[in-house]
């Protein structure tokens, strides 16, 4: 990456204003601009994405994109306004991840670290989402946080630092990739030979806003993970009864306060 402008989705209206240059939607979490909003020329979307006024980037019959507009604009806009500094290591794929395999695992044998923790999911507004920074925060010492999606953003310019060389925050990018983290959740079963995937020394604390969020519940269910904690509410959609077999078949629970909630997920 060049670099990293801004936070979570819903910063949006302020930080597509000062950012000056183009922007492309590739997924949802689309913010309606006011009526003033000074970015609404140079906003594009794609794929499944789209609002009304905006252009829209089809693909052509062999499935390329055109992005010759936007890169026109790019080179006439101001450069961005400044809004912080600093460095964030980022790009943990399960790829990068598994090149450290070895010092992964050295770590979790010799004690280094005492177990993972996915903070994958979303972020929003609601003041209630500081439960996620104050987890993080209290987070022992010996716990790796493994995250995607904009949840991130309540923890990873934190200085949580490193286990021999291992970030503490292990980020494989938007709420997309969490599909990396089921890779990985496979990898380390094969690696330490364990019969079932709950048995790794892996807690989950999902924060949820909308409907990938969900999906990506729906799939680690699906590869048996159990005790999954998601917050900081349930779901509204979901019924009695769906929640009845969620917690009685899969151990489901919501979040309680951080000091309870490290005890129950990292003991």
């Given at each position: 990456?060049?670099?990293?402008?801004?936070?979570?989705?819903?910063?949006q209206?302020?930080?597509?204003?000062?950012?000056?240059?183009?922007?492309?939607?590739?997924?949802?979490?689309?913010?309606?601009?006011?009526p003033?909003?000074?970015?609404?020329?140079?906003?594009?979307t794609?794929?499944?994405?789209?609002?009304p006024?905006?252009?829209?980037?089809?693909?052509?019959?062999?499935?390329?994109?055109?992005?010759?507009?936007?890169?026109?604009?790019?080179?006439?806009?101001?450069?961005?306004?400044?809004?912080?500094?600093?460095?964030?290591?980022?790009?943990?794929?399960?790829?990068?991840?598994?090149?450290?395999?070895?010092?992964?695992v050295?770590?979790?044998?010799?004690?280094?670290?005492?177990k993972?923790?996915?903070?994958?999911?979303?972020?929003?507004?609601?003041?209630?989402?500081?439960?996620?920074?104050?987890?993080?925060?209290?987070?022992?010492?010996?716990?790796?946080?493994?995250?995607?999606?904009?949840?991130?953003?309540?923890?990873?310019?934190?200085?949580?630092?490193?286990?021999?060389?291992?970030?503490?925050?292990?980020?494989?990018?938007q709420?997309?990739?969490?599909?990396?983290?089921?890779?990985?959740?496979?990898?380390l079963?094969?690696?330490?030979?364990?019969?079932?995937?709950?048995?790794?020394?892996?807690?989950?604390?999902?924060?949820?806003?909308?409907?990938?969020?969900?999906?990506?519940?729906?799939?680690?269910?699906?590869?048996?993970?159990?005790?999954?904690?998601?917050?900081?509410?349930?779901?509204?959609?979901?019924?009695?009864?769906?929640?009845?077999?969620?917690?009685?078949?899969?151990?489901?629970?919501?979040?309680?306060?951080?000091?309870?909630?490290?005890?129950?997920?990292?003991?």
């Amino acid at each position: 990456l060049v670099g990293n402008y801004g936070n979570a989705w819903w910063k949006q209206k302020e930080e597509f204003s000062t950012f000056n240059g183009p922007i492309v939607f590739t997924t949802n979490c689309i913010v309606p601009p006011s009526p003033k909003a000074n970015y609404k020329d140079r906003v594009f979307t794609m794929n499944s994405t789209g609002f009304p006024g905006w252009k829209h980037i089809e693909a052509d019959a062999n499935g390329h994109k055109d992005f010759s507009e936007v890169i026109a604009i790019a080179k006439t806009c101001e450069a961005p306004t400044e809004i912080e500094t600093g460095e964030i290591v980022g790009g943990f794929a399960h790829n990068q991840v598994f090149a450290l395999a070895d010092k992964v695992v050295e770590a979790v044998k010799s004690g280094a670290i005492r177990k993972f923790v996915v903070m994958g999911g979303c972020d929003g507004r609601m003041r209630s989402r500081d439960y996620y920074t104050e987890f993080a925060q209290q987070l022992p010492h010996d716990v790796v946080i493994l995250t995607s999606g904009c949840a991130k953003f309540k923890y990873n310019k934190l200085n949580l630092g490193d286990i021999n060389g291992i970030p503490r925050v292990l980020d494989a990018g938007q709420c997309n990739d969490s599909y990396t983290w089921a890779v990985v959740a496979l990898k380390l079963k094969e690696i330490f030979g364990a019969a079932d995937i709950n048995d790794l020394p892996l807690a989950f604390n999902i924060a949820w806003y909308e409907q990938k969020a969900v999906i990506v519940l729906l799939a680690l269910l699906s590869l048996g993970v159990k005790n999954i904690h998601i917050g900081p509410t349930l779901p509204a959609f979901v019924s009695p009864g769906v929640l009845k077999v969620l917690v009685e078949q899969f151990g489901l629970g919501g979040i309680t306060t951080v000091e309870e909630d490290l005890k129950r997920m990292i003991g």
